[in-house]
């Protein structure tokens, strides 16, 4: 069909581009960063497209991006030698939304939630217009944004190894046309994006402007940059496109992997750590890894995957080869190596025992990395810890392995822990004399918990008690025998037996005698009877020293937070 066609766009992708198009999002530079990564994307892609079909490369030698200013025009221009797309390629890569980040970033708009970010988790707040600004920022969204500059945006593309080239085009305002185009007017290979400005954005076709974005967001693609100034003229290089990863760490600068890391991760805060070394012996690569400041936004999906990027020798073959374990999912980054072939399928380089010599040293040089920060800025891991915590701990029930190496990186709120947060190191040096337990109670809201009648009697002893609130604490607790020989013991479970510590002199009104007296052997036998439906048990404890009476769950039953999140669960 040589004929145009005239579609609508998904009625998502409309909306989005409304609020593209009426954004107040005052940082538009994001745009060309967005539209930057897709080239280098597709530069990768064919790189590694032609490791099986080799003609794919051929002519149109090294990859490059190139920008192409019109000042009078206010026309910038875009364009990379990578995959292209075919027809059907741009109608669902540019009609549809099917990139899950900016599914994610739609669906957090219509629940009105902002970031998942730790400290925000909690805030209640509706959607304004400055949510939506935020959003923009933290998740960028991809291709759509070139409609916050332009008002009108041609697509013109050849895919790899076809003869034939197509014209995608829109004014962002609910559909897009697409016919066919002379193969003289389209790159022998790949995909050149023209914008239209906007009057109020014409300075993204001034060099200095571009520039200046290009050096600050995009300083690392692993494809060079050229600048062309005017049409017609010689272009100039503005980034060389060496693949930061394999230069000396001496030679780069904090700033330097800042940048690579936004790059690299999509988003726009600062790594809270970053790791970058090269493994010699057995098997040898180079790692670069960062944990963020931010959490990101698929940081709950279901399906947990993590965004470790495979390189061998340089060409990107995957994000999908589970690098890191699940709940290290969080960590941004790249590990690039010579030691797997270059033809080896994806589903074969899972398989590899080189990967799994990878996997485990990237995984053990994370832990100690994490291990170093708590050891040498504690305050720092305090934070890191708040917003990735709850993932971390996954592992204490996933990884047998390192199950006490993940305990000690632990932090917790706990009875003793005033502001702070205590780890279970701390929790042991300051436990009682013969105390041979952990003990923990769990809940969904620390206030909650705090008010438990159960840990009358552990406070009164001072016995510090671990404060848990996050939802796979109950996993864990139930599942973790023990930590430097301490078991965990849920302290709303089973009998307390606290009588072997003593209790201050001043706790007035404590139970400091609770031997089982005629009395009270009467009462216990009595609403043993009342509540034979309701309990399997009655019984004195030295738990309480103000309520009267607690409830608990028996011995080899569940805790009782697991219980209500068990049931919650339909089971
Ligand atoms: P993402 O890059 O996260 O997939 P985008 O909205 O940035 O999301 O791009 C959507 C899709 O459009 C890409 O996945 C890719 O398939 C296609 N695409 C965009 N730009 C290019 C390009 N320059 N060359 C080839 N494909 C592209
Ligand atoms: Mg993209």
């Known amino acids: 069909d040589m004929s145009g066609e005239h579609h609508s766009f998904e009625a998502d992708v409309s909306r989005l581009l409304h609020m593209m198009v009426h954004s107040v999002y005052s940082d538009k ?35 490059r991006i190139r ?30 939304i099917a990139r899950s980040g900016t599914r994610a970033f739609m669906e957090r708009l219509q629940s009105g939630k902002p970031a998942r970010a730790a400290e925000e988790r ?16 933290q998740f960028g969204v991809g291709f759509y944004s070139c409609f916050m500059v332009a008002d009108r945006v041609d697509v013109i593309s050849r895919r790899a190894g076809t003869d034939e080239a197509w014209i995608w085009s ?22 050149r994006i023209t914008l239209q400005l906007m009057e109020e954005a014409k300075t993204y076709a001034s060099r200095w402007t571009v520039e200046r974005i290009i050096k600050a967001q995009s300083g690392h693609v692993p494809v060079p940059i050229e600048l062309v100034e005017k049409p017609g003229e010689e272009p100039k290089r503005l980034t060389d496109g060496t693949a930061l990863w394999t230069r000396s760490r001496s030679e780069i600068s904090q700033d330097d992997y800042n940048d690579f890391y936004r790059g690299l991760s999509g ?30 936004f698929d940081l709950f999906d279901p399906d947990r995957k993590g965004r470790m990027k495979l390189y061998v020798k340089r060409v990107f073959i995957t994000d999908d080869a589970d690098i890191l374990p699940r709940y290290l999912r969080f960590v941004r980054g790249l590990v690039d190596t010579a030691d797997l072939p270059l033809n080896l399928s994806r589903e074969m380089i899972q398989e590899s025992p080189v990967l799994q010599v990878i996997k485990k040293g990237v995984t053990n040089r994370v832990l100690q ?9 504690r305050s720092d891991y305090e934070t890191l810890w708040s917003t990735f915590g709850g993932v971390i701990k996954e592992g204490i029930y ?52 705090k008010a438990s009648p159960q840990l009358e009697g552990f406070r009164a002893r001072g016995i510090e008690v671990l404060l848990l609130t996050d939802s796979v604490d109950s996993f864990w607790a ?46 216990i036998g009595l609403a043993k009877t009342i509540l034979a439906q309701e309990v399997s048990d009655v019984r004195a404890s030295d738990r309480l020293t103000e309520s009267a009476v607690c409830l608990v769950a028996p011995e080899d039953g569940y805790d009782r937070q697991l219980e209500k999140i068990l049931q919650g669960a339909g089971r």
């Open 369 to 377: 990395a994490l291990e170093k920060q708590l050891a040498n800025a």
């Open 29 to 63: 530079d994001v745009f060309l960063r967005e539209l930057i990564s897709n080239a280098a994307d597709a530069c990768e892609k064919l790189r590694y497209e032609a490791i099986t079909t080799p003609g794919l490369n051929a002519g149109d030698g090294e990859s």
């Open 267 to 296: 988003q726009y805060d600062t790594p809270a750590l970053t790791l970058h070394y090269r493994a010699e012996g057995r098997v040898e690569y180079t790692a670069l890894a960062f944990v963020p400041t931010v959490a990101p």
């Open 478 to 523: 139930m599942n973790a025998p023990s930590f430097k020989e301490k078991s965990f013991r849920s302290i709303t479970q089973g009998a307390a037996d606290l009588k072997r510590f003593s209790l201050p002199d001043s706790a007035e009104g404590a139970d400091k005698d609770v031997d089982k007296t005629a009395a009270a052997d009467g009462f």
């Open 170 to 191: 829109s004014d962002g305002k609910g559909s897009f046309d697409i016919r066919p185009a002379e193969l003289s007017d389209a790159p022998t290979r790949g995909t």
């Open 67 to 96: 920008l192409t200013l019109d000042e009078e025009g206010r026309r910038l221009t875009l364009e990379d030698n990578g995959i292209g797309m075919s027809r059907a390629e741009l109608i669902d890569a540019l009609g549809t």
């Open 398 to 449: 996933e990884d047998f392995e390192r199950r006490e190496q993940l305990l000690a990186l632990s932090l917790f709120k706990t009875t003793a822990s005033g502001e702070g947060l205590r780890t279970l190191e701390d929790y042991v040096k300051d436990a009682k004399e013969g105390q041979d337990a952990i003990y923990y109670i769990s809940g969904a809201q620390l206030d909650q918990i």
């Open 122 to 137: 909690e805030s209640e707040g509706g959607k304004s217009e400055g949510d939506t600004a935020q959003l923009i920022g």
